[in-house]
């Protein structure tokens, strides 16, 4: 899959500023090697978040990689292709049952307007998005989130929510507790408007290495 690096040295240098704190996380972890996905549909890019949803990730690819080969010639199925492609096919390809509903879900809801064309989703906010997308079935605000930060390329997405986010937050700010989603906004109030710069730092506070003299004091 292409990828393209995301700029992120004017953001990191902002964050910096803004949450000294957060500053020298960055410091030790260095430059911002944040990439995107390319993104060919939305639909597209759900139907894998679907397939790879609680599976490790070699799983994953080869449940995707069967899927796929249901369509062949083609290099990615349809919405109609999907919706037209029988239960016991899917079954074969280790589809579970959870997740052929919501691939035809997805699929019926890609062709009734639901989910928009990718030059309509490039136009919208944030919330918009997650509202529009999170209507398909086992869609939640986590999986557009990773395709807001990953597939899109928003500069200001925060995933509170994510384990790993409050992890790291944890890790970086030396909490003796694992934050709430809501403490984790409240802080990232300051990281605005480069919120998705700053959850790539979350992550990265979790590798090893990164804090083998302690956390960040």
């Known amino acids: 899959m292409t990828k393209r690096p995301h700029r992120g040295p004017a953001a990191a240098r902002a964050l910096a500023r ?11 972890v260095g430059p911002c090697r944040l990439e995107l996905d390319a993104i060919k549909s939305p639909f597209a890019a759900l139907a894998e978040a679907i397939v790879y949803q609680q599976l490790t990730g070699r799983a994953a ?3 995707h990689g069967r899927f796929l080969a249901l369509f062949r010639p083609r290099r990615s199925p349809s919405p109609d292709a999907v919706l037209a492609a029988p239960h016991e096919a899917l079954r074969a390809a280790g589809l579970s049952r959870a997740k052929i509903a919501a691939l035809k879900d997805l699929a019926a809801k890609t062709r009734d307007g639901t989910i928009p064309p990718l030059r309509d989703l490039r136009k919208m906010g944030e919330e918009e998005i997650v ?6 079935r086992g869609v939640g605000r986590w999986t557009v989130e990773m395709l807001l930060i990953f ?3 928003r500069p200001d997405v925060l995933p509170a929510g994510d384990y790993g986010i409050r992890k790291g937050f944890a890790r970086a700010f030396h909490t003796r507790v694992l934050p709430t989603p809501r403490q984790v906004l409240r802080r990232g109030e300051r990281w605005r408007p480069y919120r998705t710069v700053a959850s790539w730092y979350l992550w ?7 804090f083998q003299d302690g956390p960040v004091p």
């Open 151 to 153: 597939r899109l390329g």
């Open 131 to 136: 509202e529009r997308l999170t209507r398909v």
């Open 18 to 28: 803004a949450d000294p704190l957060l500053g020298r996380l960055i410091r030790r």
């Open 204 to 210: 990265r506070a979790l590798d090893s290495g990164v």
């Open 61 to 63: 690819a080869t449940i």
